[in-house]
């Protein structure tokens, strides 16, 4: 037996696996420079374009606009944004001229405490951080073209109207678009619910390619692609990630070729071909910061899909520190709770349309192919009787009792002789089929 380390909250959990474990972990390399000299270094030597210096000399009149992503994303800002702002400002920029703008897409709105964890302290009192809101008609600007799918298009107008836009973003395999960063930060980061309900409606998230580590006549990819070459961003800076949540490569230049090159480096490091698939999956839901909805979590659970036979059964477990998640995910999951076919026919007409319910739709994707009684999920945030009614098969274990819980789990498998794979990273390390 092996130990292996899993992610859950702010803690990390470890279990006792088969040698013979078919384990999906990343491979990134450990870096030597710190977040501060890895950006500097990619700005001034960015793919595609001039540096981050030179480019500036262009900018439009109106403000720099520098998108990042919202608590969700564990992309540590405050240990590489203060370097980005001086050499910014060290231009002759003013820091009244910056706008940080917080890419939210449908998710609530940062709190003070957030940013400062997110920024640090220094960021915080010295700059202008706004919060991007999909629904706030005041806020957003309808741009001319039409998306891939021939969508009108409204964005966040701070972002449309810059003299300067530069996005942010950490790359990693994504449930939905493939890949995560880039073309994400705008859409459905900086897009209105009218933009977001094509790009994550029933009739893209149909499409098999709407998957991971798949980019190729996916929809989802295609959709945010055509809107950000609408409005492209000026300079992109994208962030990568290693096992242990630190910045391992910082990759900035042109919004395409440089998102290009992210993704060919985080496919070849967190992207495992699935060779053979397994009786049982162990798979957290990313830890801190991801795992603190349960909205989140099901990324855990849909990533690792790949990897399990038909029939077979799922771990996943996730803190859920901050309960459920929205108020519609919510109404939707206790709705459709023991129906989710109603669900789909329900919202294939496209006559029935509600925020998160993507979440859902990518959730029965996990239902159809191992059904709810396989689906285990263990929290011990979300009361057993409210757990129970978002389609898993739900455990409420308190404090130390989940290792003990989970470990027996596997011991039995283990006596029964099924084929076990582990996701310790949940999402974060991706499971691809052949």
Known sequence: MIHIQFRHGKEDLVFKVPDNSLIYTSSYKPVDASPETLVLNSIADPIGCSSLKSQLKKRREGKIVIVVSDITRPIPYSLFLPALLRSITGEGVAKNEIQILVATGMHRESTLDEKLVMFGKE?????????????????????????????????????????????????????????SGGRKAICPGLASLTTIRKFHGYQFLSYPEASNAVLENNPCHLENTSIARLCPADFS???????????????????????????????????????????????????????QTFYQCVKGFVNCLPAIKERGKIIAFGSCSEGIGSPEYEQIMKKYSSSPNDFLRDISGGSFFIKDQWQFQMHIRVLEKIGKENLHFYTGGIPLRELALLS???????????????QMQINKAVVSGQKIAVFPEGPYCAAVAR
């Not at 409204?154 to 003299?163: C, I, Q, T, W």
């Not at 530069?166 to 678009?177: D, K, N, R």
């Not at 440089?258 to 992207?271: D, Q």
């Open 123 to 179: 960021v915080v009192e010295n700059y202008q951080i706004i919060d991007h809101h999909a629904e706030c008609e005041d806020e957003l600007a309808t741009i001319e073209g039409e998306s891939w799918s021939g969508a009108e298009i409204s964005l966040n107008r701070f972002y449309v109207e810059a003299g300067f836009r530069i996005i942010t973003g950490l790359v990693e395999p994504h449930f939905m678009a493939g890949f």
């Open 237 to 291: 800076i994208h962030i990568v990630l290693d096992q242990h949540k630190r910045i391992n490569r910082i990759i900035s230049g042109d919004q395409f070729l440089s998102h290009e090159k992210a993704i060919a480096y985080v496919k070849e490091r967190s992207c495992k071909i699935v060779e053979t698939p397994a009786d049982l999956v162990i798979t957290s839901c990313g830890g801190s910061p991801l795992d």
């Open 392 to 406: 898993v098969n739900p455990h409420s274990p308190e404090g130390n009792d989940l290792v003990e819980i989970i």
